[in-house]
């Protein structure tokens, strides 16, 4: 990622530009909640909460 | 592919009229896949606390969380985290995750919603699902502008004018 501020960032054109590894961010957010295990935190708080 | 006339950029419901009300009726919606609705499930049932501190933890790893915050904030739209965080799942692009910030703005007029809620999110802008690939990729090109010799882009969604009817500030 750049380290460039976000206020620099005015169009769309800009941003595909600027941050073309960072784009993806649906799936950079599926892999970040499947590596933090956040599902099975979430199943084992249910239980624990019953 | 058709591109709209420069001067629509100059208008103020430009975005509400060419892009997000043919969007809202003729748009094709989804159900969500398994892993999104995991995650959702996960979003409505985390504390507040905890979707905070989550949410600062991608927005320092991922800048387009970042900028879609800077864009929400631009047009005034006020969204919950959690919501943010679900809505982002669905965008594999800038582009994609622009045109559903001005498309919750639409909404968000239209039901007179000041602050949206993960709930209100899913029970009153987007019952059915979000909206199909084909779909964003269609509406995405309907707002292609033809900016001719004139500086900005040729994206309607970047034209600080042609969003001012959705402005909530």
């Known amino acids: 990622m750049s380290d460039n501020k976000i206020d620099e960032i005015r169009t769309i054109e800009e941003m595909v530009i600027k941050y073309p590894n960072d784009l993806d961010l649906g799936k950079k957010l599926r892999e970040y909640f499947v590596a933090k295990g956040i599902f099975k935190k979430t199943i084992a708080e249910v239980k624990e909460n019953k | ?169």
Not at chain 2, 40 to 49: A, E, G, H, K, V
Not at chain 2, 81 to 89: C, D, G, M, T, V
Not at chain 2, 92 to 114: C, E, R
């Open chain 2, 1 to 169: 592919m058709t591109y709209l006339d420069y001067e629509v950029t100059q208008l103020p419901d430009s975005v509400e009229m060419i892009f997000c009300k043919p969007l809202d009726e003729n748009g094709v919606r989804k159900g969500l896949d398994e892993q999104q609705m995991k995650i959702l499930i996960t979003l409505l049932q985390l504390s507040q606390d905890k979707i905070a501190e989550m949410y600062a933890d991608i927005k320092s790893k991922h800048w387009l969380l970042a900028i879609f915050e800077s864009r929400l904030d631009h047009i005034g739209c006020k969204i919950d985290k959690a919501s943010r965080l679900l809505l982002s799942l669905s965008c594999s692009t800038p582009g994609t995750l622009v045109m559903y910030t001005y498309y919750i703005a639409y909404k968000m007029k239209q039901g007179g919603i000041d602050e949206l809620s993960l709930d209100r999110l899913c029970e009153d802008i987007f019952p059915v699902g979000f909206f199909s690939e084909k779909s964003l990729q269609e509406y995405w090109d309907k707002q292609k502008v033809n900016p001719g010799k004139n500086p900005g882009g040729d994206n309607l969604l970047d034209y600080s004018k042609a969003s001012e009817s959705l402005l909530t500030k």
